[in-house]
């Protein structure tokens, strides 16, 4: 059973800096990419940036070019996203995330795997 925890959210005023992180169990977490989102109430969810499985290389949004780094810990089945020179813009709900190939009835076909989110918010 694939579970992501996420943690490390709260309030950090504008400027300030967080670190999340995303526990990970269920899943040979080693050989697949992971992923951040965010969402806002009202919102789509967007994507912030992705690792790939080694965390040799990662990608970003233009948000959060220069401000956040994703990195891994794959002995510890860990994901993580620090967060620096945050803004009020940044307060949202933010998930981990992964996508892996189940089978059903109809066939296999891709299947994306949510943690519960964890609620930063940048304020004075």
């Known amino acids: 059973q694939v579970q992501l925890v996420e943690s490390g959210g709260g309030l950090v005023q504008p400027g300030g800096s967080l670190n999340l992180s995303c526990a990970a169990s269920?899943?040979?977490?080693?050989?697949?990419?992971m992923n951040w989102y965010r969402q806002t109430p009202g919102q789509d969810r967007e994507l912030v940036g992705a690792?790939?499985?080694?965390?040799?290389?990662?990608t970003y949004a233009n948000f959060a070019k220069g401000r956040f780094i994703i990195s891994r810990d794959n002995a510890k089945n860990t994901l993580y996203l620090q967060m620096n020179s945050l803004r009020p813009e940044d307060t949202a709900v933010y998930y981990c995330?992964?996508?892996?190939?189940?089978?059903?009835?109809?066939?296999?076909?891709?299947?994306?795997?949510w943690g519960q989110g964890t609620q930063v918010t940048v304020s004075s």
């Open positions: 269920g899943f040979a977490f080693s050989r697949y990419f």
């Open positions: 690792i790939t499985s080694t965390g040799s290389s990662t």
């Open positions: 995330n992964t996508r892996g190939t189940v089978k059903s009835p109809t066939g296999e076909h891709e299947y994306d795997y």
